[in-house]
C-alpha cells in the first residue's frame, strides 16, 4: 500500500468539485501554492479518488481544507449528495477529516467566490451598471455553471442562497415560449428560473426547445453539440462559442439573457447587494461575457426597463462583471485559512 501524505498544519487547500472538473489547491498559510490540479470528474468514481490522487501527488495533506461543493447539505450529519455528480457517493465530513487528519469546511461552491469578491483587484472588474457602492457593505456573486449559483458576504461571513424556484416574468414571445416549453418539460404550472438558467440543463433545454419549434443549428454547431453530449458534457459553451454567427444559437443566448436580465433585477432587490453583485461565469466564463454585450443580449436593458417592478430599488446597486480566473481559488483559500 502506498505510503500516506503527512498531515500538515502549515499549509491549506481547497477543492472546488465540479460535474465537470474538480480542483484541488494546496497552499502554505500564506497563501503561496505549492500544488494545482484540475481533474475531469467523469473520471474519478468519487470526490475521495481525486482527493487521493492529489495528496499522494502533492506529499502532504493540509491541515484545513475548505471543500467547495454542489448539492443539498446536512449540516448536522455533516453529508452531502452531489447534485452535479450523482453517481459520486455522498461526501462524509467527518470520515474525511478522520481519514486524512485535516479539518474541513464544507460549502456551496458559489462561497468559493464569494469569499474573495469583494477583494478582486481592479483590473479583473467591469462595471457594467454603475451605482453606490459600500465596500463594508453586502457582496452578492451570482454563477452560472452546472447549477444557478448564489452566495453573499458579509461581514467576513458567507451564505449560499436558493432563489432557483423562483419564476421570471417573460417580456418577449421567445421568453414566454421557452418558459411554457420548460413548465411542460418539468410537469410545474410554471418554469422556475433555474429550470431555464441552471447551466448545462437550462442550456439543453433551450436546444431542445428550438428543435421542437423546427429550427436547427448550423452543421459545424450541431458537430461541437454532438461531441459535447457524446461526452456528457454541458452543451452551453458550444451554443455560446457559435451565437454570434448562428442564428440558432444566438436565438438561444438572446432569450435566456433577457430572462437572466429578468432575474438579477429581482435579485438585485431582494438580497441588496450595497457592495455590489458580481456576475461570475464560473465554468462558462463566455456565456458571461456574451449576456454582458449589449449588441447580442438584452440583459442590461432589463436592468432599467420601465415593464418591469423595482426599478427604484436596482438604481443604486451596482452590477460587475468579475473575469477573475482565480476568484475560486483565492475565495477557498481564504475559507480554509478561517477554519478554526
Known sequence: MPIMPRVSQAHIGMVDAGGTHTRVVVATESGREVYAEVFASHEYAGLDEVLTTAFEAAGVVPGRMAFGLAGPYNSERGRLRFGNRPEWPDFDLAATEQRWGCRGRVCNDVELQAAAAAATAPEHLVTLKPGRLWPAGRTVVLTLSTGLGVALAEAG????????????????????????????????????????????????????????????????????????????????????????????????????????????????????????????????????????????????????????????????????????????????????????
Not at 436547427?216 to 453539440?225: I, S
Not at 443566448?253 to 432575474?263: D, H, Q, V
Open 157 to 340: 461571513h458567507t451564505i449560499a442562497t436558493e432563489f432557483g424556484s423562483e419564476g421570471v416574468v417573460p417580456l418577449t414571445d421567445d421568453e414566454a415560449d421557452l418558459a411554457r416549453f420548460v413548465a411542460a418539460d418539468g410537469g410545474t404550472p410554471y418554469a422556475p428560473i433555474g429550470g431555464i438558467l441552471d447551466g448545462g440543463s437550462g442550456f439543453g433545454r433551450a436546444h431542445a426547445w428550438l428543435l421542437a419549434r423546427g429550427e436547427h443549428p448550423a452543421a459545424a454547431t450541431r458537430a461541437q453539440l454532438d461531441k459535447l453530449r457524446a461526452a456528457g458534457a454541458d452543451p452551453g459553451p458550444a451554443i455560446t462559442a457559435a451565437a454570434a454567427h448562428d442564428p440558432f444559437a444566438g436565438r438561444i443566448m438572446r432569450t435566456m439573457g433577457g430572462l437572466y436580465g429578468t432575474y438579477l433585477r429581482q435579485l438585485m432587490n431582494a438580497l441588496q447587494p450595497t457592495a455590489g453583485l458580481h456576475l461570475v461565469g464560473a465554468v462558462n466564463q463566455a456565456a458571461a461575457e456574451f449576456w454582458a454585450d449589449p449588441a447580442h443580449s438584452p440583459l442590461l436593458e432589463r436592468l432599467t426597463d420601465p415593464r418591469l417592478d423595482y426599478a427604484d430599488e436596482v438604481a443604486g446597486f451596482t452590477l460587475i462583471l468579475n473575469r477573475d480566473p482565480q476568484l475560486a481559488r483565492r475565495g477557498g483559500l481564504a475559507l480554509a485559512r478561517s477554519i478554526t
